[in-house]
């Protein structure tokens, strides 16, 4: 048995990195491997959490830090001791946690990937070089690959840590495309591990509980939902759906699952002037669902995003950039259909596989419209799709799949590889 160290700025929420977490674990503990979590905020288990605030890529600090990082080419004096000290504060929890759960394998997610706090991936580098430490750096998306770190005083700490290639690390990527760039860009191999979802259980049938979700939500029992279940973000690019909706001329309702606080508000602004513009209705819910059900201070519901897809028509997922897709495999898990954007990883390694969804490139066409009314009006039609979609899933992302992976990923770890 491993003793396991999660370790990311947030292990908490509907993110894709808090989601895939889950997965990880469910399938570690399958393995007997024991669990732990290092996080800025984790809604894991207290008696296996290691919560230090100025982890998280949010704490006022590190926000303030960011905006000194990416908006300039050269940075203050003050700014480089900062995070120095920063370091040495996160790197003396990080030794902490280590100790205290006796870790024998860390598994850093994204901490080592995309720049969200700097400090934080400077302090886990020295760790790992300072103790060769076992680790699993588990990456879904790279500072390259996002425009807003294209301005950049931190060259010097990105080329350290974002990835860091230490001789006791192995890299996981999620697509075959960031395989190929880290390898171009940082000289280090990596095993590219597909997101999944559990496939080889079928998904729960409704048991009741959400009901009364439009009823919640004030929205009309005649219409048609659209699930957006993304975050509000610019490069997901919600407006197509919105648009999507006011042209396929039937009652619709679109329902947005998830927040968007962690990039401002602006991109939500303009989301609710379109919505009025348009006269499309829109539900922004994020507040009503999370990963599992609970109750608000009120008492009233908070539904999980398994009610949101077993309660919606159809999945919209228009994103321009996406590290893997798993609204993509939880909306086939859910055996609902698609409506989506051909980003370039769907087209690298999703597509050949045999799915089929309706596909849009840049902008939303009228053959586009005209077979999402198809998908809604022939519900027959639209079973056998979803079905055969699910088939096709759980022959390529199961957990079945990542039991496997992580075999392989625990053994090379331990240098019997």
């Not at 006791?168 to 960031?178: F, K, P, Q």
């Not at 401002?264 to 009025?276: A, I, P, S, T, V």
């Not at 999370?290 to 919209?316: N, Q």
Request: charged share 25%; glycine share 6%.
């Amino acid at each position: 048995m491993n003793r396991v160290g999660f370790v990311s700025t947030r292990l908490a929420g509907t993110d894709g990195v808090s989601l895939e977490v889950r997965k990880w674990v469910d399938v570690l503990n399958r393995l007997d491997q024991k669990c732990f979590f290092f996080a800025g905020e984790s809604e894991w288990p207290q008696e296996r959490s290691y919560v230090v605030p100025e982890a998280h890529f949010a704490h006022p600090e590190i926000s303030k830090l960011n905006g000194d990082l990416f908006d300039n080419y050269i940075r203050s004096q003050e700014t480089s001791e900062k995070i120095e000290k920063l370091k040495k504060h996160l790197k003396r929890h990080l030794y902490k946690y280590v100790k205290r759960f006796s870790i024998n394998v860390l598994i850093i997610e994204n901490a080592l990937s995309i720049p969200m706090n700097v400090p934080l991936g400077l302090a886990l580098t020295e760790l790992v070089a300072e103790t060769g430490m076992p680790t699993i750096g588990h990456h879904h998306d790279f500072a390259w690959e996002r425009s807003r770190f294209s301005i950049s005083s931190a060259d010097d700490y990105l080329n350290a840590a974002f990835p860091a290639t230490l001789s006791s690390m192995i890299h996981v990527t999620i697509n075959s495309h960031s395989r190929r760039q880290l390898a171009m860009r940082k000289g280090a191999s990596s095993l590219v591990v597909p997101n999944v979802m559990d496939f080889d259980s079928s998904p729960p049938e409704p048991d009741g509980y959400g009901d009364d979700m439009r009823e919640s939500l004030q929205i009309g029992s005649g219409n048609y939902l659209l699930l957006q279940p993304t975050r509000i973000v610019p490069r997901k690019r919600i407006e197509l759906a919105i648009s999507l909706a006011k042209r396929i001329d039937l009652p619709v309702t679109v329902l947005i699952s998830h927040g968007g606080r962690d990039e401002g508000l602006d991109y939500e602004n303009y989301l609710h002037e379109l919505c009025e513009t348009l006269s499309v209705d829109v539900r922004f819910a994020a507040d009503h669902f999370a990963m599992t059900r609970s109750k608000k201070g009120d008492g009233s519901k908070i539904y999980s995003l398994g009610d949101a897809y077993l309660h919606s028509d159809l999945v919209t997922y228009p994103s321009t950039i996406e590290g893997f897709g798993n609204a993509f495999l939880e909306a086939v898990y859910f055996r609902r259909p698609i409506v989506m954007s051909t980003y370039e990883i769907y087209r690298i390694d999703i597509k050949p596989k045999g799915f089929e969804v309706v596909e849009f490139d840049n902008f939303i066409t009228q053959e586009t419209v005209e077979k999402t009314r198809r998908l809604l009006l022939n519900p027959e039609l639209t079973a056998e799709l979803c079905n055969q979609n699910y088939e096709i899933a759980r022959k390529h992302y199961s957990f079945t799949n990542l039991e496997k992976y992580l075999v392989v990923l625990l053994n090379m770890s331990q240098g019997d590889l």
